[in-house]
């Protein structure tokens, strides 16, 4: 009875906490209109407001397991929790765009150490016996959290006010420190070992400037001499930290997992794609509200289409994958995916919501098969020892090109829009950004031809490897 309880009650307290971070990933999309009026902003400006999440989730995911081994797992999970709702509140008491990226920022660091510390949990609380039952309650957010943060946030905006929004947060948050108290252990590493603080430094300072100066691009928060300056350092900061781990013993992101042509393909061709795929969560509200007049609300019963799109998909992907193996799904479905986002530029006031909501639906049906595919292969060719490392890689990869897609379309849609001399973004201004960040799906074709045609088999079709034994599907896919 016991042993079940703690199969049990880790997974949902951790499952709880996963939910409040997908929720709050995806609820403020449907407000951002609402927000920029409150602000005295362009809508379009407020990229920067979902670069700053995203961006405190990527450069501070390597550092969490170090945290955890050194000060305990449920220390710093219940600090993270803190750290959210911490950010949460000044989110609803901001009164400017710059106030409110900054608490954005905070919250996104919160969730970087919610989530990869709660798996931690999972790992060294639950027995072995019970582990695949405690990882499919962390499967629950991830695809509840997409479908329901856009209906959320659209509700509220509509119905009630915006700053309600990061209210949410408050009572879960409140009894997820209070459970974690009461029923998990402080698990930590005797001897965690040194942390790489120069790479640290150096990684994510570099990524934060670089991304930060490119979404303060033709906005009205920094002159552009600013933004430049602010690209420019970080791209040097990134190169510099690009030969320090070429010199270093155990760097914090060991750019050598690029070697591995499974893994390459993974993170570079999937960094490629999901550009195309970052920007469709902030160009789709913004084009249904500002270009065709929808409510919040309206939007968001839209948006969440995609959602339910990736929820039926992950029924067929393992399918899919046995059938055609990793590189024709790879090559194939990253097509089909472009032609899905770039096909919603193509919306036009008096298209029928039944169309925009079945193209949106296979906006999400694609990619999630493509998301299915890519965190599967990126194990492919990884010993058990490295997984941890390559998982840190991955993961800041993965969170910065979702980044880097927020901030292409957002230029994209600038420039658009001033060259049309429009002084308030219309319906006419998408198409250009859709289009963009389409091609950048098209662009991972080439990476992923490069692959074997036999590429990740032993995972994809359970093909048996030279000890007799199945590998079995990594955790995420």
């Known amino acids: 009875m016991l042993r079940d309880l703690k199969a049990f009650i880790a997974p949902v307290i951790v499952a709880c906490a996963m939910f409040m971070e997908a929720v709050d990933a995806n609820v403020i999309v449907t407000a951002l209109p609402e927000m920029a009026r409150a602000f005295g902003r362009d809508p379009v400006t407020l990229k920067i407001a979902v670069t700053s999440y995203v961006l405190g989730l990527g450069v501070f995911i390597p550092v969490c397991g170090w945290f955890a081994d050194r000060f305990g797992a449920r220390t710093i999970f219940r600090t993270a929790i803190g750290i959210f709702i911490g950010g949460s509140l000044l989110c609803a008491a901001s009164t400017s765009l710059a106030t409110f990226t900054v608490a954005r920022f905070i919250q996104g660091v919160g969730g970087a150490m919610m989530v990869p510390v709660g798996r931690i949990i999972i790992f060294r609380v639950v027995e072995r016996a019970d582990f695949i039952r405690a990882m499919n309650y962390l499967s629950v957010p991830a695809m509840l959290g997409p479908a329901a943060g856009p209906l959320l946030g659209g509700f509220i905006t509509t119905y009630l006010h915006w700053r309600l929004i990061f209210f949410i947060n408050i009572p879960i948050g409140i009894l997820g420190i209070w459970l974690t108290n009461k029923h998990i252990r402080n698990t930590r590493e005797p001897y965690p070992g040194p942390l790489d603080w120069t790479g640290f430094v150096l990684s994510a300072g570099g990524a934060s400037l670089f991304l930060l100066g490119l979404s303060l691009v033709g906005g009205e928060l920094a002159s552009g001499e600013t933004a430049a300056v602010m690209t420019l350092a970080g791209l040097v900061m990134l190169a510099v930290y690009t030969l320090y781990a070429q010199r270093a013993e155990r760097p914090l992101l060991d750019l050598r997992f690029l070697k591995v042509p499974t893994f390459q393909a993974s993170v570079m061709g999937g960094s490629l794609f999901r550009i195309g795929l970052g920007a469709v969560p902030f160009l789709l509200p913004l084009v249904l509200q500002e270009g065709h007049g929808m409510s919040a609300f309206q939007s968001g019963l839209i948006t969440c289409a995609s959602a339910f799109g990736g929820m039926f998909m992950r029924t067929l992907a393992s399918r ?158």
């Open 320 to 477: 899919v994958l046995h059938r055609f193996g990793f590189r024709a799904v790879l090559m194939w479905n990253a097509a089909f995916s472009g032609i899905a986002i770039a096909a919603c530029g193509l919306f036009f006031p008096g298209t029928p919501t039944w169309v925009i909501w079945l193209v949106v639906l296979l906006g999400g049906f694609f990619p999630a098969l493509q998301f299915t595919s890519l965190n599967s292969m990126i194990y492919a060719d990884i010993e058990s020892r490295d997984v941890g490392r390559a998982t840190s890689l991955g993961s800041v990869v993965q969170q910065i090109s979702l980044g880097l897609g927020v901030t292409i379309a957002g230029i994209v849609l600038q420039i658009t829009r001033d060259l049309n001399g429009h002084t308030i973004v219309r319906w006419s201004d998408f198409w250009p950004a859709f289009l963009v960040v389409g091609l950048c799906s098209f662009a991972s074709i080439p990476i992923t031809r490069r692959l074997s045609p036999h590429a990740g088999e032993e995972i994809s079709r359970g093909k048996r490897g030279k000890t007799g034994e199945t590998e079995e599907e990594p955790a995420g896919a």
